[in-house]
């Protein structure tokens, strides 16, 4: 999932002893041979909502006494290429997921996963036992083999400022995917009753913040198609884009008339100045509604209004409503003691311990709905249980996963769109100038990669 990358690369190499897989005369508190034990380690991005595993080791350990597991733990910004520096020094950790910038997919072409399928069979693995929905295993499923399990689903929903709602004498929006009443449109309409147009940064209000996915992926949400259709049957390398198609021109346009024309909804001068670079303007109190990824209930008890949670409106198709964000624990290739790995995933699914996650990392959703009650409690009373169940449940059945983590060369791809879309945010040109530059230049690095992989 995409989030928040030498001064500790050194300290990396320098415990490599600690860090290489324990072999078979590792033991136990120095006990003798006859006690020996395997070490495990998982890596994991600096960061409270990762961190926390280290308190499930103990009670793991006491039920593995053979299996130790050490936490390698690296700075977000650090995360990828600490990730390939230990690979390259021989270090490789046993487990992770894709908690950088390079998603599942990315280490999947690399060639630096290992299939998972033969432990899962071994051990007579259900997805069902560990209430992992069968579309969140399928995502890291590749010509029918396993290469991840799922531990955290995030879904995107719609938060909402009470207290806006309330002074405008506007009706919340439904929490029920099910309401299909609760457009696009719809939301659109509501944002303009609750939007204040001002030149004064002071002033303005805005009714809306549309971040649904990477700007690559919002005209998905109203069926246009960005991506040729191969990219999901190729191991996420796409042919062909359709940046500069009348359907992705359209609706590009029509996001940004939301900044530009109707002034519904924050520019990105806004969201800098008063939000600051990379903030988020719905903790300012003026925004209206925010579509955005479920992480960001970690602030609401910062917020200083009442918030409530809600659906991502109906667009006028089921199949890309919601974009997931779900994080698997992989096994790297280079692992020398898999099955001792694979122990440590289950352990960290079951529904006790998924439960006890959601506490100590102040609010990780579990890919096991059996623990689900415990996160759609967690902000209660302040949003209601019932509301976060029908936006989680509601998410989960009609999400798309998130493109950074199926489609190769992502990052960079998403640097070209960005750059390019910004310009037309800003009301520095159009969708229609940008689009065929825009189309070009992914094309031209495609090919670039293209090249590069068969010269190899």
Known sequence: MKRNKTACLGAILLTGAVLLPACASDTKDGGSKGDSTVTITQFVP????????????????????????????????????????????????DVTSHW??????????????????????????KASDYGIPDNLMDIYKIDGKNY???????????????DMFDKAGVPYPPSDYED???????????????????????????????????????????????????????????TSFHFNSPEVVKINQRLSDLILKDKVMPSPEF?????????????????????????ILASVKDYSFKVGVAAVPYSGSDKNRNVLYVDP?????????????????????????????????????PANQQAAEKYFSLYSPAIDAKDMKNVVEGGLKYGVESYNHLI???????????????????????????????????????????AGKAGK
């Not at 991840?148 to 938060?159: A, E, H, K, N, Q």
Request: net charge negative.
């Open 329 to 365: 624990l992989l096994i790297l290739k280079d692992s020398k003691h898999p099955k001792e790995a694979y122990e440590w995933i289950k352990f960290q699914l079951g529904k006790d311990i998924q439960e006890k996650s959601i506490e100590l990392s102040g609010g990780t959703p």
């Open 271 to 295: 969201t800098k100045a008063v939000a600051g670079q990379g903030g988020d303007p719905f903790a300012t109190g003026r925004v209206g509604m925010s579509v955005a990824g479920a992480w």
């Open 46 to 93: 600096d960061v409270p909502d990762k961190t926390f595993v280290e308190k499930l080791v103990p009670e793991f350990e006491a039920k593995h006494p053979n299996i130790k597991v050490k936490i390698m733990k690296t700075p977000y910004e650090e995360f990828d290429s600490k990730l390939q520096a230990m690979i390259a020094a021989g270090t490789t950790p």
């Open 180 to 238: 299909k009443s609760w457009t696009f449109d719809k939301m659109v309409e509501t944002a303009k009753k609750l939007s204040k147009p001002s030149d004064d940064f002071e002033k303005v209000e805005f009714g809306m913040d549309w971040v649904w996915g990477e700007k690559d992926m919002r005209p998905v949400y109203f069926g246009a198609k960005v991506y040729s259709d191969d990219t999901w049957t190729n191991g996420g390398h796409a």
């Open 148 to 162: 991840g399990i799922p531990v955290y689903s995030y879904v995107t929903m719609l938060l909402y400022n009470k």
């Open 100 to 125: 950088g910038e390079g998603g599942f997919i990315e280490y999947y072409d690399k060639g630096l996963l290992r299939d998972l399928t033969d432990l899962m069979k071994e051990d007579n693995f």
């Open 408 to 450: 190769t060369h992502y990052s960079e791809i998403l640097n070209i769109v960005k750059n390019e879309l910004d310009l037309v945010d800003n009301g520095q040109k159009t969708v229609a100038e940008v689009s065929p530059q825009l189309e070009k230049k992914v094309n031209d690095l495609l090919k670039e990669k293209n």
